[in-house]
């Protein structure tokens, strides 16, 4: 039991250091699940001087939905939580974006999410 934690311990540290000093790191839920769907939408940013706005973009064949969010450099939060509501079924490309001041991207995530149709539709 005591080999379990310590490997779990050792494993999480590790996990959590890989992304330390990524500028962008998002993570999106549920991957999977059934039209109609909320995606809830965590995005790590590290602070920077340069960061002006974080730009979100859901879209599918069928579908497109985006927000921008204006941030304030060093001193915007470090974690953003959104939420695209009822998400139709399709294949979507989840993209987050920092943005400077000249508009330029300055990092850039990307997810992939399948929503499958109700039971009634094609």
Known sequence: MRVHIVASALFLSWAMSIHANEPLTMAVSPVQSFAPTNLTIRVHVEPD?????????????????SSRIQLDGVGAPRTIALEIRNLPGGDYDVRGALIDSAGHERAAVRKQVIVLGSAGSE
């Open 49 to 65: 001087a340069g960061n002006r706005a974080f730009e979100v973009v859901a879209e599918s064949s069928d579908y497109y939905r």
